[in-house]
């Protein structure tokens, strides 16, 4: 159990050092991964910035996730779920596209128009609060990925146990503090967990908290 997000950060960042696990850049998932973000990006002395994607919600259900899609236009599709609801080509076009501008502007929004810093060739750490169904995690490191990062790790505090095992295949490594056997959601193991604000998370994400 964490106290909240800060002191989920801080041990992820203990945990990371003592791995001496070395990254040029930490990208957190906006918006409840900049405080956790934070404090493992001053420990491993890197520079800290955002990657951004957005759920992809099946027709009238757009809680449920049947893919991601980052701002760069990375996606993943739960193939499974998309046969198993019937999910027409047409939908999906239409949604990827809605989403990654929806993506693309909030990572603008995040980073006052600059770019993504150059990951050619660089050591990443994605960090994300945990780990549900790991949907837009997938998306972020595909966007990683394409943008030829060498080596790319993903940190969590928390992940559901099966989630965090099929993530190992979208990166080079997956680092879990926890994967409680009866994970059901990420904030069962906050004792506070809020929502981030955006004037919050970008004050994370510029060091002013």
Sequence with gaps: MFDDRTDAGERLAAELERRGLEVDVVLGIPR???????????ALEAELDVVVARKLGAPGNP?????????????WHN?????????????????EREEAENASRKADQYRDGASI??????????????VATGATAIACLRQVHEA???????????GSPQSVDDLASEADEVIALQTPADFRAVGQYYRQFGQV???????????DR
């Excluded at 604000?197 to 060091?207: H, P, R, T, V």
């Design 148 to 158: 030829g990062a060498e080596h790319v790790v993903l940190a969590v505090p928390v």
């Design 79 to 95: 193939d499974a779920l998309i046969a198993q609801l019937g999910v027409s080509a047409n939908y999906l076009e239409e949604i």
């Design 63 to 75: 809680e449920l996730a049947i893919g991601a899609v980052a701002s760069d236009g990375s996606v």
């Design 197 to 207: 604000n955006d004037a919050d998370a970008i004050a994370y994400l510029e060091g």
């Design 117 to 130: 810093p150059d990951l050619d060739g660089k050591r990443v750490a994605v960090v994300d609060d945990g």
């Design 32 to 42: 409840g991964a900049l405080p956790v973000a934070r404090p493992v990006a001053n």
